[in-house]
């Protein structure tokens, strides 16, 4: 199962909004609404952000939203704050009964 | 409060074998399927397995398919991966995850809750 891709990096100042894109193939994005988006701080463990597609896990900022087109999944996060400064993975589940991750996003608040 | 704790990483040799635990608290661990999830240094995520609610329902990447084992002990709350003929490229922290939906087989939501991780080695 290859990963999914993201681009590397993304960067936006404070207060503008910004997308991550996640590509994959029919078999894991574009065949399922089970896309999640997770964030990753320096040295910490990953968090929740965004599930099914578009679903916000309770206590997560309405900054932050998702969608999907094909096999293309986004994540968005509008009014950009400093400590939205992170690693973003994108992760799908696939034709066989399995996950896969997108290789991780960096995000720079300038 | 909600809680995963794992427990169990190391330094091992080539061929050799490590056991990871990870103690659930704050919930009904039966209801939730569980994964494990690995990141090596500096690298991204990568998912390694994942284990219906009942344990009657294992899944795998193909990375691991044959040399790790995926179980868990509802009664006490633990979820463990034996892993068995590591290699060098098994390093990584190891992360257990419980799935944000409950009930789910295979799980596919997404991961809500993750531990803190367990480092793994494999080194001569």
């Known amino acids: 199962q290859s990963a999914l891709t993201q681009p590397a990096s993304v960067s936006g100042s404070p207060g503008q909004s910004i997308t991550i894109s996640c590509t994959g193939t029919?078999?894991?994005?574009?065949?399922?609404?089970?896309v999640s988006w997770y964030q990753q701080h320096p040295g910490k463990a990953p968090k929740l952000m965004i599930y099914?597609?578009?679903n916000r896990p309770s206590g997560v900022s309405n900054r932050f939203s998702g969608s999907k087109s094909g096999n293309t999944a986004s994540l968005i996060i509008s009014g950009l704050q400093a400590g939205d400064e992170a690693d973003y993975y994108c992760?799908?589940?696939?034709?066989?009964?399995?996950?896969?991750f997108g290789g991780g996003t960096k995000l720079t608040v300038l | 409060e909600v809680q995963l704790l794992e427990s169990g990483g190391g330094l091992e040799q080539p061929g050799g074998s490590l056991r990871l635990s990870c103690v659930a608290s704050?919930?009904?661990?039966?209801?939730?399927?569980m994964s494990w999830v690995r990141q090596a240094p500096g690298q991204g995520l990568e998912w390694v397995s994942g284990?219906?609610?009942?344990?009657?329902?294992?899944f795998y990447a193909d990375s691991v398919k044959g040399r790790f084992t995926v179980s868990r002990d509802n009664p006490k709350n633990i979820l463990s991966l034996q892993m068995n003929s590591l290699r060098t490229d098994d390093t990584a922290v190891y992360y257990c995850?419980?799935?944000?939906?409950?009930?789910?087989?295979?799980?596919?939501?997404?991961?809500?809750?993750w531990g803190q991780g367990t480092t793994v080695t494999v080194s001569s």
């Open positions: 995850a419980k799935d944000v939906t409950s009930s789910v087989i295979p799980p596919r939501n997404g991961m809500d809750v």
């Open positions: 099914d597609v578009s």
């Open positions: 704050g919930f009904t661990f039966s209801s939730y399927a």
């Open positions: 992760s799908s589940f696939t034709s066989s009964n399995t996950r896969v």
């Open positions: 284990i219906s609610g009942s344990g009657g329902s294992t």
């Open positions: 029919s078999s894991d994005v574009g065949g399922y609404n089970f």
